[in-house]
């Protein structure tokens, strides 16, 4: 049966019956029907054990992160342990574009799907009405007077859909460009804001541009940050789904992890940490960039850090690194696993399994994880559900009692500089970084403006560990190019743009959205 179809023939549970797995009461949702809700404020008293699950870089193969964590959920629940995951919302981007849906597939999938990867409960529709209203309201202020005398508006709209003709567009008095909604400084803000007047106190803290002597002109200054909390407000509720086996799932924010951290919020995360025992959340793409930043960025405002990652691949992706060799394409989980272990010592490698995968390709890979000591196991979610990944999730237990060694990358008191120097040496293996006169440029302005000391949040190419996303092998004596920099002060990182990286992507020549289509009031096509 094809997702759909699967998705159909289970029962859904009440969403409140749901709710009540975590002790969650029917006066703390916000319902949207009977199968998905928002949770109003609440806390337990639990503090449960982190599980953060990454992959090998992606390839047109996939590597199975939401199958493999929705899994491990519904595995940790037949083992009759109080477990939730959390993670991040689908954007309309790729669901329109190259990638289609992002709710799992086969027997390990968040329901109800289509709603999920589509409006859903509107949080992302809101956080672009936020975003727009503050660049209306800027340019808004410079029509009439801009007593705060700002010469350079450092501040772009969005949109949740790829648009590449909305990369250089003209305004009339300025030429500008849009993001993605998922590259908005606002979607940032909203993942990393801990609770409402945290949430606002940072939407007032964006700087919007730049005076004559370039210092930095902040969002509070126009007193727009109360307005920007009230558009958000309904949407900073974390939203609540199920699994196909019932299972409970909070599903909240949605930043790309290549052009931003890609997570879910830490409000969520942390209301998963305080009703749960264990919490099974999911970074981004490769782990030289999701969990990269999850360990850097997300970490330090969680005040915690993963006790076990799950690291998954697919014998197919292994091979796309190798030219058809896995023994040249092993290489691309060597450098994930070393990346890890530089940060975090609790690891446990996860291969999804294909029919075709032999027992010698098999053999092989556990022989190199063994001979870095983490742990190997085979799971199969997408075809069996809970039960498929049994093994990784009694694996994923005995792990976690292991201590955990675990460290940032790099102290936020260096240099910039400093920080992407190691960073493109630990884990995207670089010899060298160059720098483009606008690049140079943006470093001064934030030396003048005192502002140096935050995390580096790295956009580059997800297809490879280097800056290259035609570079599938190890990289070896190579450059990175630091093409742009771009401070979101709100959100607490600064951005720094690789190569020919973009914000806003467009659509393929054969996008998702042909696929698509209503069928018997059914929406299909997605996945």
Do not use: W
């Not at 196909?244 to 830490?266: D, K, Q, R, Y």
């Amino acid at each position: 049966m094809i997702d759909k179809e699967i998705e159909q023939s289970v029962k859904k549970l009440d969403i409140r019956e749901v709710a009540s797995k975590l002790n969650i009461k029917d006066e703390n949702l916000i319902l949207y029907g009977n199968d998905k809700a928002k949770i109003t404020t609440i806390s337990g008293d639990k503090k449960a054990k982190l599980i953060l699950v990454t992959a090998i870089n992606p390839t047109p193969y996939g590597e199975g992160k939401t199958t493999v964590s929705i899994g491990l959920l519904d595995a940790l629940s037949k083992l009759n342990k109080k477990a939730v995951a959390v993670l991040r919302e689908p954007s309309m981007g790729p669901v329109f574009g190259m990638k289609g849906g992002a709710t799992g597939g086969g027997y390990s999938q968040v329901i109800p799907s289509a709603d999920i990867n589509l409006h859903f409960t509107g949080d992302i529709h809101a956080i672009t009405s936020a975003n727009n209203l503050l660049a209306a309201a800027i340019d808004n202020h410079i029509y009439y007077g801009n007593e705060l005398g700002i010469e350079k508006v450092l501040f772009n709209r969005c949109l949740d859909v790829n648009d590449r003709q909305l990369r250089n567009i003209n305004l009339g008095t300025r030429e500008e460009s849009f993001n993605i909604t998922a590259a908005s400084e606002i979607m940032s803000i909203f993942c990393l804001s801990k609770d409402i007047n945290e949430l606002e106190r940072n939407l007032g803290n964006i700087v919007i541009g730049l005076r004559k002597d370039n210092s930095f002109v902040y969002a509070k200054e126009i007193k727009i940050e109360k307005a920007l909390t009230a558009l958000l407000k309904d949407a900073f509720y974390p939203n609540l789904v199920q699994t196909l086996e019932n299972n409970p799932v909070f599903i909240h924010g949605g930043p790309f992890a290549n052009i931003s951290f890609g997570c879910n919020s830490i409000k969520s995360t942390n209301l998963a940490l305080s009703l749960a025992d264990y919490v099974i959340t999911e970074a981004g793409f490769g782990a030289d960039l999701g969990a990269e930043k999850f360990f850097d960025i997300v970490c330090r405002k969680l005040n915690t850090y993963p006790d076990c990652i799950v690291l998954t691949l697919t014998i197919k992706a292994l091979k796309y690194y190798g030219n058809q060799d896995l023994t040249k394409g092993i290489n691309n989980l060597i450098i994930h696993i070393e990346n890890l272990l530089k940060n975090n010592t609790n690891i446990v490698v996860a291969l999804n399994r294909y029919e075709e995968d032999t027992e010698e390709e098999i053999s092989f890979i556990e022989k190199v994880c063994q001979k870095y000591s983490v742990p190997f196991v085979i799971t199969n979610s997408y075809k069996e559900g809970g039960i498929g990944a049994i093994n990784l999730a009694k694996k994923v237990l005995t792990v976690m009692d292991n201590k955990n060694n675990f460290k940032y990358l790099y102290n936020l008191d260096l240099d910039l500089t400093k920080k992407l120097e190691i960073v493109a040496k630990n884990i995207y293996r670089a010899t060298g970084i160059s720098y483009s006169d606008k690049a140079k440029e943006k470093i001064k302005i934030l030396e003048k403006n005192n502002i140096t000391n935050l995390p580096i949040c790295v956009a580059k190419t997800q297809y490879s560990v280097s800056d290259d996303k035609n570079n599938l092998i190890l990289p070896q004596s190579y450059t990175i190019h630091v093409e742009d920099i771009k401070l979101y002060n709100g959100a607490g990182f600064i951005t720094i743009l690789l190569n020919s990286i973009l914000t806003m992507p467009g659509l393929t020549k054969e996008p998702n959205y042909l696929k698509i289509k209503v069928n018997n009031d059914e929406i299909i096509g997605i996945s």
